[in-house]
């Protein structure tokens, strides 16, 4: 059974920083896709960053600057560096993983979810 546990998530104030974890177990991911997506209340859920296979990244334009997705394949773990941070990216932050090796914004084309973990940043 393949799991995706998020932490790190927490309250911050604006300007400050977070780094997300996300721990897999039940399946290698280290040559396939992985993205962090994330949802505010009353809306849907949306892309943030994805890394794949190679080591390649792609973020939405909101955080391009701010987030840096990272990987350790030994650790089977994908993380998410956020830096100055913003009110409106307060949201519940999830972790997905494809079964494929390129990245990809949408998030259709990922197979496994984690739980999510809340980031909450004040004004």
């Known amino acids: 059974q393949v799991q995706l546990v998020e932490s790190g998530g927490g309250l911050v104030q604006a300007g400050g920083s977070l780094r997300l974890s996300c721990a897999a177990s039940?399946?290698?991911?280290?040559?396939?896709?992985m993205g962090w997506f994330r949802q505010a209340p009353g809306k849907e859920r949306e892309f943030v960053a994805t890394?794949?296979?190679?080591?390649?990244?792609y973020y939405a334009d909101s955080v391009k600057g701010r987030f840096t997705i990272s990987r350790v394949s030994a650790k089977n773990t994908v993380y998410l560096q956020m830096n100055s941070l913003k009110p409106e990216d307060t949201a519940v932050y999830y972790c997905?993983?494809?079964?494929?090796?390129?990245?990809?914004?949408?998030?259709?084309?990922?197979?496994?979810w984690g739980q999510g973990t809340q980031v909450t940043v004040s004004s």
């Open positions: 997905a993983g494809r079964s494929k090796y390129y990245t990809s914004s949408s998030l259709n084309e990922y197979t496994y």
């Open positions: 039940g399946r290698t991911f280290s040559s396939a896709a």
């Open positions: 890394i794949g296979g190679s080591g390649s990244t």
